[in-house]
């Protein structure tokens, strides 16, 4: 079963067919037409030109933000998520008043990874079966599309702290493993897996070229941390809270890097299930956190969000997406000196987003509400109300002490939420309406 690839915009060499994301495995014989290879995508394929977008006169509306990404005040990238299950990569050199369709195709619903490190060079791949990475490094007007390993990997996680180093982290029979690439996606190498059974890999996080995280379901309050390239994995072992560790259970262990050696984790526990009653959880995946429970002896999955998914570079999370529950029990903890030593965290607020002008400089957005941290998130000021909607979860992008972006929904429409004066004022940007799948 076969659907195109995605439609950079002009007409390419690139293999068009790709299995459905619903289907896990491709035959290898796809390797020998050439899958293998590096072609060239350029973004008018699809197009009748390449103008900037414009809302269009009874097209579907019926679009998502799955990330956002601004190098400086006025250019950035968006990726819009159809209900159709296509996906559309755009740029803005204008702070957003006008939009350039740069890279569009078949998402099939899955999260995706988005990365600009300056004006020209970016990365765009999905999670995923058939991993390919779209590497460009013009800005957008021309994309490389690279098959990461081959068609029956399915990626989970990608991570890439700068242009050259990269991790993918992918799904194996019993255990997941983690690839690392010295040179953009070129060449992967295989680290095995970064966790031994029980646990499992969910995520993999680089701050930069040596130090990462995994996400984990484990057997106690730890965190995985390498700082070898993900070579070897070492426990990083939380300080406890007042209460203590629960002793029994499943632990999510998650870590998202703010800036520099800055850390946080998130560590929450599900008591081991008692028959059928709702006295605990199994944790069956991650992200977003979904657990399995009962509800008066019937089974019942329910999905909750973290304060992991509120911060800048975890990945946005759309409304309903995960992060309309808030997690119990969860305790937050903070590292400034890459895991060496914790402190315990107290966050505002469950929802809004968090980002990070530098180590200790964080903001916080909310319904209507600004929060600012000077210490790495130890403490806040108190809320102030600044009449901007509620900031979708991870989307708070603070690039300096002064500019900031953020994602919102208003009805139906997607918008961002821009700052020029350290979030004292902020200016609105509706996104234009769009029709799902472009046809010449």
């Known amino acids: 079963m076969e659907i195109p690839e995605p439609e950079p915009g002009v007409e390419s060499d690139f293999p068009r067919g790709r299995a459905r994301r619903a289907v896990a495995i491709i035959g290898v014989a796809l390797l020998a037409l050439g899958i293998t290879a590096v072609a060239y995508l350029h973004p008018s394929f699809g197009l009748t030109q390449r103008n900037a977008v414009r809302s269009i006169p009874g097209a579907s509306s019926s679009y998502s933000l799955a990330a956002v990404d601004f190098v400086d005040p006025t250019t950035g990238w968006v990726v819009a998520d159809f209900d159709d299950g296509d996906f ?87 255990s997941n493993r983690l690839y690392r690439t010295p040179d953009g996606g070129s060449t992967w190498l295989d680290l095995g897996t970064p966790v031994p059974l029980p646990d499992q890999a969910y995520r993999v996080s680089f701050a930069g070229a040596a130090s990462g995280w995994i996400d984990s379901l484990s057997a106690g309050p730890y965190l995985y941390h390498s700082s070898d390239l993900g070579r070897t994995w070492t426990k990083a072992v939380l300080p406890p809270p007042a209460a203590g560790w629960p002793r029994t259970g499943q632990y999510l262990v998650a870590a998202q890097p703010t800036v520099l050696t800055g850390v946080v984790a ?120 600044i009449g901007v909607p509620l900031a979708l979860p991870g989307s708070l992008q603070v690039l300096d002490g002064q500019h900031a972006w953020f994602a919102a929904v208003a009805g139906s429409r997607s918008l961002l939420e821009s700052t020029a004066d350290g979030g004292v004022h902020w200016e609105m940007v509706i996104l234009p309406q769009m029709s799902g799948r472009i046809t010449p």
């Open 88 to 174: 559309q990569v755009m740029r803005t050199e204008d702070a957003g008043h006008s939009w350039t369709r740069e890279l569009s195709g078949p998402s099939g619903g899955q999260s995706v990874f988005l990365k600009f490190f300056d004006g020209v060079t970016g990365y765009f791949a999905l999670t995923g079966p058939r991993p390919i990475l779209y590497r460009t490094f013009d800005g957008g007007l021309t994309w490389e599309a690279d098959p990461a390993l081959n068609p029956a990997a399915y990626a989970l996680s990608w991570s890439f702290p700068d242009a050259a180093h990269g991790w993918l982290l992918v799904r194996g029979a019993r």
């Open 266 to 385: 998130s560590v929450v526990n599900f008591a081991p299930p008692s028959g059928r009653s709702a006295s605990g959880g199994t944790i069956l995946v991650y992200p977003p956190l979904t657990v399995r429970t009962f509800d008066g002896g019937s089974p019942v999955t329910y999905v909750y969000g973290t304060s992991i998914d509120s911060m800048a570079g975890a990945g946005l999370a759309a409304p309903g997406a995960g992060a309309s529950v808030q997690v119990p029990n969860e305790v937050e903890l903070g590292s400034l000196d890459d895991g060496a030593t914790w402190s315990t965290l107290q966050l505002p607020s469950s929802g809004g987003a968090i980002g990070y002008a530098n180590p200790l400089d964080w903001w916080w957005l909310g319904q209507g509400s600004w929060a600012r941290s000077s210490d790495g998130g130890a403490t806040w000021t108190s809320p102030r109300n």
